[in-house]
């Protein structure tokens, strides 16, 4: 599968240094209800040091890593404002009131008696992306290249999208700087994607179409809409990835992506499969992209965090007896858990998340749902 080489991304994990996000929205209702617990070992103390995540350095502390903007404390008033975390900090445990602190519980409080002040929290903004240092909520490079590409076309919008219908010259292949003619309806937009569709993504539930990937080719300009007597609109290629020629269909240049990394629980139940895995493999692994087959319209968002489970296996009862060897009962495992996904980008029935934690290969059809 072309769309999900992680090759780059992840050679950049070990130097990732990008701030992940500011937190934007309170604890949803499913979230709330989930059980976040503190490890039976958890230890005093964690001094922050490079490369650590919020993700890993709550899973020192948790049950579920992802939990952590429960744990510290975060109200409306405090996720107004980005504050940053650091390697040198120290993170105490305050057993006492159940929470993470950057403060040594015991000590007093240094804004008794001042004015109101905004507490420091682990809440992270995406301005100067590596430039600060701070610790980052997930390892955000491993899923950069995946946030301003087009990757999936739903199967009921691909008739819809503008293509390009005829090159200036006859070339066969653009390049930057050349000029194409696209027929279809602009929509008022000037700056455009262009992808190249691949093969259909099938929904392991329905065995249906859910999407198409989209093979990411370039960006084109539009130099002149069509005219009266005129069929297509004229544009320009201001960027050239792989080659890009007749055929190819366009998708207006997307608003800058959203990058709100506060993981929480879906505000409600949400129970889908895993649909794609990374180039093609068989299983995927940990900080590996994969693709489920839900999405906006089935109550995800960006930050949404998944159990993923292999699913249970109906086998043969070795203790009924049947007649000559058929019509034995048969038996349904269980789902066995094997990890957790982030969700980070979601179309409306599709999205993309990264696996945070995994004790077993992830592969198509496995179950991806809402926390227990």
């Known amino acids: 599968m072309k769309n999900f080489s992680t090759g780059a991304a992840s050679s950049l994990l070990v130097r990732s240094a990008a701030v992940a996000a500011l937190v934007c929205a309170t604890i949803a209702p499913a979230q709330a209800a989930t059980n976040c617990t503190f490890r039976p070992n958890a230890p005093d103390q964690h001094r922050v040091v490079k490369g650590d995540t919020l993700w890993d350095i709550s899973g020192t502390f948790l049950e579920h890593p992802w939990c952590w903007p429960q744990v510290w404390g975060m109200n409306r008033e405090e996720i107004r404002n980005p504050h940053w975390i650091y390697p040198g900090q120290i993170i105490y445990f305050d057993r006492a009131h159940g929470r993470l602190t950057l403060t040594r519980p015991g000590q007093p409080d240094p804004n008794a008696g001042q004015p109101p002040l905004t507490r420091l929290s682990p809440q992270l903004r995406t301005e100067n992306m590596g430039s600060d240092g701070a610790v980052p909520a997930i390892p955000a490079a491993a899923i950069e290249p995946f946030l301003t590409q087009p990757l999936v076309v739903e199967a009921n919008a691909l008739d819809a999208t503008p293509r390009i219908a005829a090159t200036q010259e006859e070339r066969v292949w653009l390049s930057e700087g050349n000029r194409a003619y696209v027929r279809g309806d602009l929509h008022g937009a000037t700056s455009f994607q262009v992808f190249r569709p691949g093969k259909p993504m099938i929904d392991p539930d329905t065995g249906k179409v859910a999407a198409w990937e989209a093979a990411f080719v370039g960006t084109v300009r539009v130099v002149s ?148």
Not at 242 to 249: A, N
Not at 285 to 313: E, F, I, K, P, W
Not at 345 to 366: A, N
């Open 225 to 372: 809409v069509a005219k009266p007597g005129v069929d297509v609109h004229t544009v320009e290629v201001t960027r050239s990835l792989q080659e890009m020629g007749i055929g190819d269909r366009l998708l207006p240049m997307p608003p800058a992506p959203v990058r709100n990394y506060v993981p929480h629980a879906p505000a409600q139940l949400v129970a889908g499969r895993v649909m794609a895995v990374p180039d093609d493999m068989i299983n995927a692994t940990q900080n590996q992209v994969v693709a489920v087959n839900r999405g906006s319209l089935d109550g995800l968002d960006v930050g949404a965090v998944l159990q993923l489970y292999h699913l249970g296996q109906t086998v043969t009862d070795p203790g009924s007896k049947g007649f000559l060897g058929f019509g034995k009962d048969k038996l349904r495992l269980p789902d066995e858990q094997i990890g957790e996904l982030f969700i980070f980008r979601v179309f409306g029935h599709v999205s993309y998340g990264l696996i945070m934690q995994v004790t077993g290969p992830v592969r198509i059809g496995d179950v991806a749902k809402s926390p227990e």
